[in-house]
T-cell receptor
Framework: ETGVTQTPRHLVMGMTNKKSLKCEQH?????MYWYKQSAKKPLELMFV???????ENNSVPSRFSPECPNSSHLFLHLHTLQPEDSALYLC??????????FGPGTRLTVT | AQTVTQSQPEMSVQEAETVTLSCTYD???????LFWYKQPPSRQMILVIR??????QNATENRFSVNFQKAAKSFSLKISDSQLGDAAMYFC??????????FGTGTRLTIIP
């Protein structure tokens, strides 16, 4: 256990559904991240939050909408996704100039 | 843009033997951080070891050590006395200051009993 939890662990959704992924960190970190992990590709950084402020949006389509209500919680709201969005979505947290700690991920399948 | 290259998609090693995973990176900076992460089949990514570029001494964590060659931009991971629990995907990553992590494509390590 790294101190970063993610729910749900698995999610199957249709292209017209709306769902949310949740991440929580219990480490007192002030930065949180969303990554997308697809087979045979490097991890793709999607969003970065520092002290609840979004500091990076890595050209992510608007069908992905992050929310960071406080330093411990991070959400990824999903709507009208495409099949190519199927992947493992990883959340991570860190103190600002420090290594990142990852959650177990949410395996998302879009049908 | 920084890039991280892991040229070995898969490696295997006999239990109790030593294996070295390769990583090279491209940067024009002199101050940065390098990491090796392990992702077992359960999928939780775990930090294995980190190296600050300004430190000449190679980092070591128990059976894991790195060979950091700054001039060659090489950062290999050596696993000694390999154990079954070492089986995982291993990712090399680079970070410059407060910037984002850049990951390689990973090396899948299999341990042969």
């Amino acid at each position: 256990e790294t101190g970063v939890t993610q729910t749900p662990r698995h999610l199957v959704m249709g292209m017209t559904n709306k769902k949310s992924l949740k991440c929580e960190q219990h480490l007192g970190h002030n930065a949180m991240y969303w990554y997308k992990q697809s087979a045979k590709k490097p991890l793709e950084l999607m969003f970065v939050y520092n002290f609840k402020e979004q500091t990076e949006n890595n050209s992510v389509p608007s069908r992905f909408s992050p929310e960071c209500p406080n330093s411990s919680h991070l959400f990824l709201h999903l709507h009208t996704l495409q099949p190519e969005d199927s992947a493992l979505y990883l959340c991570a947290s860190s103190r600002q100039v420090s290594e990142q700690y990852f959650g177990p991920g949410t395996r998302l399948t879009v049908t | 843009a920084q890039t991280v290259t892991q040229s070995q998609p898969e490696m295997s090693v006999q239990e109790a033997e030593t294996v070295t995973l390769s990583c090279t990176y491209d940067t024009s900076e002199s101050d940065y951080y390098l990491f090796w992460y392990k992702q077992p089949p359960s999928r939780q990514m775990i930090l294995v070891i980190r190296q600050e570029a300004y430190k000449q001494q190679n980092a070591t964590e128990n059976r894991f050590s790195v060979n950091f060659q700054k001039a060659a931009k090489s950062f290999s991971l050596k696993i000694s006395d390999s154990q079954l629990g070492d089986a995982a995907m291993y990712f090399c990553a680079y970070r410059e200051g407060n910037e984002k992590l850049t990951f390689g494509t990973g090396t899948r390590l299999t341990i042969i009993p």
